[in-house]
């Protein structure tokens, strides 16, 4: 068992890499993988609450609350109170934040499609729906590791 936990430390370290110089190099602007990861979830969900996005993300509050007033003050993001609810705050992109989030988008499937195209069609499709049957498996799993649904 020790051996897969290793496998997947590399894969999470170099995946982490990855994303970490896409943030450094692909935007003129300097945005933490903490900050790209927020970016990417404002922009996959539809007018989400902070709540929302820091229980996908799988942050405190706290700490998520920061890193949004940080992306507030460098004009990527918008805070806007719910009409219902004063107490709730809705997250959007600004038009900024969505060319920085659409730039890192790119880089970082540029850069994972040069790494698949080193694999044949059919080991990259079994790649590929490995990581699809592993997500989807600690999903249903209940696991303490599970990703939100």
């Known amino acids: 068992m020790e051996n897969v936990r290793n496998m997947f430390q590399i894969l999470s370290r170099n995946f982490g890499l990855l994303n970490e110089q896409c943030c450094e190099s692909c935007c003129g602007q300097e945005v933490s993988?903490?900050?790209?990861?927020?970016?990417?979830?404002?922009?996959?969900?539809?007018?989400?609450?902070?709540?929302?996005?820091?229980?996908?993300l799988g942050m405190d509050i706290t700490t998520f609350s920061r890193q949004v007033k940080t992306l507030v003050e460098k004009d990527l993001v918008k805070k806007t109170p719910h009409p219902a609810d004063n107490r709730v705050n809705i997250l959007s992109l600004t038009p900024e934040g969505l060319h920085i989030?659409?730039?890192?988008?790119?880089?970082?499937?540029?850069?994972?499609?040069?790494v698949?195209?080193?694999?044949?069609?059919?080991?990259?499709?079994?790649?590929?729906?490995?990581?699809?049957?592993?997500?989807?498996?600690l999903i249903q799993s209940g696991s303490c590791c599970a990703p939100p649904k």
Do not use: C, G, W
Request: proline letters at 2%; hydrophobic letters at 35%; a negative charge.
């Open 33 to 56: 993988l903490v900050q790209s990861h927020i970016l990417y979830e404002i922009n996959r969900q539809h007018k989400p609450s902070m709540q929302e996005i820091a229980s996908a």
């Open 101 to 114: 989030e659409n730039s890192i988008n790119l880089t970082v499937n540029t850069q994972l499609n040069d």
């Open 116 to 137: 698949l195209s080193q694999l044949s069609e059919f080991e990259r499709e079994t790649v590929l729906r490995s990581i699809q049957l592993f997500n989807d498996t």
